[in-house]
């Protein structure tokens, strides 16, 4: 989506909301305060709710990118391994998953195709990306490329890092588990329990009250 079109959608659904708000106003029915303030709070609310939703797409473009980083570096790896350059071991990694980063490394082919650099089409595709682990290794790619280093032996180190920060984050979500589980224990499955075990006590206890 470009941008003018994205700040387009956030001007309608202002206009909208706020129109859609200004109703009791017209209608001269409500408290002066809430026909007044209520024009203002929904339009508001169609301002950023679109960005609400940009922030989550975002968000989840990124998880799903880290998620894939592992495997394409694992191809990546026996690729070059096998023989075949780093631009082929990245079309091999294009032709076999479609997902948010082999898209991104699609548009990074093409634009070594057109004659840019790979250096700068590895960092313009950092750039877009904008994920930690990706950032790491396109440094490393790209340092390597300046120092004359065996690209095989970049890619091996980096896909071991990554399997390592794998393991790092599961071991990180297994340790939050707990903490997320009290609420749903304490405002669900409690109240459940007490139902079942004082529920057949309660008409007693009634009894001995009267």
């Not at 929904?42 to 980083?69: H, V």
């Not at 076999?96 to 082999?102: G, R, S, V, Y």
């Amino acid at each position: 989506m470009r941008p003018g079109t994205f700040i387009g959608i956030q001007l309608v659904l202002m206009l909208g909301l706020g129109m859609l708000g200004a109703l009791p106003f017209l209608a001269g029915s409500g408290p002066a305060l809430y026909r007044l303030g209520l024009p203002l709070v929904m339009g508001a609310l169609g301002w950023f709710l679109p960005r609400t939703w940009l922030s989550r797409r975002i968000a989840q473009r990124k998880r799903a990118i880290q998620r894939a980083l592992p495997d394409a570096i694992d191809l990546l790896v026996i690729s070059v391994e096998a023989g075949l350059g780093f631009d082929q071991a990245m079309l091999r990694v294009v032709e076999k998953w479609d997902n948010e980063l082999t898209k991104e490394f699609a548009q990074t082919l093409s634009e070594m195709r057109m004659g840019v650099p790979r250096r700068q089409a590895l960092r313009d595709l950092a750039r877009r990306v904008n994920v930690d682990d990706l950032t790491v290794f396109i440094a490393s790619l790209v340092q390597a490329d300046q120092l004359g280093v065996s690209v095989s032996q970049v890619l091996r180190a980096q896909a071991n890092q990554m399997r390592l920060r794998r393991r790092q984050r599961a071991q990180e979500l297994a340790h939050k588990a707990p903490i997320k589980m009290i609420f749903p224990m304490v405002f669900l499955i409690f109240p459940a329990l007490f139902v079942v075990i004082l529920g057949p006590a309660v008409p007693r206890i009634m009894e001995a009250f009267r």
